[in-house]
């Protein structure tokens, strides 16, 4: 995530109103996570199978199969989340579900956003240094490379690990929130704590969890269009495309909740009191909107062969196994006009072919 996740189901509270936009838009955010479960599932679900069991370990296989498997594990935790939001925001499953869907979201979603800039800046590595990549992007250095990232991603999460807990709000309902706060019971106390804990939080995961890695994602794929346009490829059309649709698609999904978020984190005493109605419902639809990138990057990231109809009508899992093989083209230059045939052809199934998918 790259979000502050919790905090649009932290604060137990019912609708704020009745209108008709609301309710357009409650039924609009059960919607999308309810088509953000099943292709989230069966989408990363057939990747897993495919790259996990069907294919050699190669860098590339490595990428998509902790990408696919974090937005799985992602996508296995939204009935939960629809449960509660059925509830009025009330936790119904008690203390250790509580605390380990909400790690499994938060694991998970800073995992997707770090693989999805990782893999973007793999990429670029590729197509700007094909000679170095060839001789020292190994599988060994993929598997290190992977070990850190869901250790940065683990460590984002610790907030949630140790401070999510089961709260009660009134007789007989219960919240699943974090309680930066155990040791007091003053009121006044715990939400001066909450809101320093959850600003700080808040700025972090902006910075951490969106704004560097949709940079890293935006400067990568800038500087594969720059190589295109210098190799003559920008004559052809669907290598931009492509990347555009990747670093749009990112973009649009997250960006409206992250707004949302960053001003409910400046607004955190009012949002933390309720009396930010329509900010909640802007937070309750955005989220959603965000969770749907989970279920977009099989098909963004996996799906994007030149001929995939023709092979998705064929045989979806050998489709996926060629498009997940490892770029085979050859990296060895020895003065610069042998150096551009091999950065030419890593641009060239970036445009669309089934060696070297986005």
């Known amino acids: 995530m790259a979000t502050n ?3 649009p189901m932290n604060k137990s509270a019912g609708p704020p109103s009745a209108s008709a936009s609301y309710v357009a838009l409650d039924v609009f955010s ?3 996570l309810t088509v953000t479960c099943v292709l989230g599932v069966l989408g990363n679900g057939l990747v897993i199978w495919v790259a996990g069991f069907r294919m050699q370990r190669t860098v590339t296989t490595i990428c998509y199969l902790n990408l696919a498997f974090a937005d799985f594990s992602f996508s296995t935790t939204l009935p939960f989340l629809i449960v509660q939001r059925a509830w009025g925001g009330y936790w119904p499953l008690g203390w250790f579900m509580c605390k380990f869907i909400y790690t499994i979201v938060d694991l998970n979603l800073f995992g997707s956003v770090f693989l999805i800039a990782l893999i973007a800046l793999d990429r670029c590595i590729c197509v700007l240094h094909p000679v170095w990549a060839q001789n020292h992007r190994t599988v060994s250095l993929a598997r290190r490379v992977m ?7 683990l460590l984002l999460t610790l907030p949630v690990i140790t401070r999510m807990t089961t709260v009660t709000r009134s007789p007989g309902k219960t919240a699943c929130a974090l309680d930066f706060a155990p040791w007091t019971t003053d009121p006044e106390e715990k939400m001066k704590v909450n809101i320093a804990m959850q600003t700080v939080r808040g700025v972090i ?5 969106f704004s560097t890695p949709m940079s890293t994602v935006a400067v990568c794929y800038g500087l594969i269009a720059k190589k295109m346009y210098k190799q003559g490829l920008i004559r052809s059309s669907r290598p931009l495309r492509v990347l555009s649709l990747i670093v749009i698609t990112f973009f649009l999904c ?10 409910a984190t400046i607004r955190i005493r009012d949002y933390l009191s309720g009396v930010t109605g329509h900010l909640r419902i802007a937070v309750r639809a955005t989220i959603s909107l965000a969770f749907l990138n989970s279920c977009l990057n099989p098909m963004l990231y996996v799906f994007m062969g ?3 109809r023709e092979r998705l009508i064929r045989s979806l899992p050998a489709s996926l196994e060629r498009a997940l093989t490892e770029d085979s083209a050859p990296t060895s230059d020895t003065d610069t006009d042998s150096a551009t045939p091999p ?3 890593e641009l060239r199934a970036m445009g669309g072919g089934a060696q070297a998918p986005l």
Do not use: N
């Open 254 to 263: 997250w960006c409206p909740f992250q707004v949302v978020a960053l001003i």
């Open 147 to 153: 070990t850190a990232l869901w250790v940065c991603a």
């Open 30 to 32: 059960y919607t999308i």
């Open 205 to 209: 995961r902006f910075i951490v969890g």
């Open 306 to 308: 030149r001929d995939f």
């Open 343 to 345: 950065a030419e052809e």
């Open 5 to 7: 996740g919790s905090l």
